[in-house]
């Protein structure tokens, strides 16, 4: 095995050591939102209010359908950051898959009878 492929297989081996080290994550969207009781008589019924809220809620497409989760007040910065983490996850997925196009690239720079001693070595 060539000097190139071994750096190839060390950089895959730290980006998922990385993955591994992520904090727990959440896909989607946080947003806040906020509605009208439909009361004539309150506060959110005068021209130019926002309404009631804001109510925060993440939201994700799962198999095509819109997943919505009511996020607390107070847990909205832990979600944003659950939210970054995700978004982090995406980079190192997408790191991990080119550095394995290489390592597949690399073989087959690499003789024919050192790809397949490499094989029967494991």
């Known amino acids: 095995m060539s000097n190139k492929l071994k750096d190839l297989f060390i950089e895959k ?3 998922f050591e990385r993955i ?4 727990p ?3 989607g969207s946080l947003s806040p939102r906020f509605r009208k009781c439909g009361k004539p008589y309150c506060h959110c019924a005068q021209p130019g209010s926002k309404g009631h809220g804001p109510v925060w809620f993440v939201t994700r497409s799962v198999k095509g359908k819109t997943k919505t989760k009511t996020i607390p007040t107070d847990r909205v910065d832990e979600t944003f950051e ?3 983490s995700f978004h982090k996850f995406q980079e ?3 790191e991990y898959t080119e550095v394995n196009i290489k390592i597949c690239d690399a073989q087959l ?3 024919a009878e050192a ?4 094989k029967k070595g494991g």
């Open 13 to 15: 081996e730290q980006i």
């Open 82 to 84: 659950q939210i970054n």
């Open 109 to 111: 720079e690499e003789p």
């Open 115 to 118: 790809s397949s001693e490499a």
């Open 92 to 94: 190192l997925v997408h």
């Open 25 to 27: 994550f959440r896909q």
């Open 20 to 23: 591994k080290n992520l904090p």
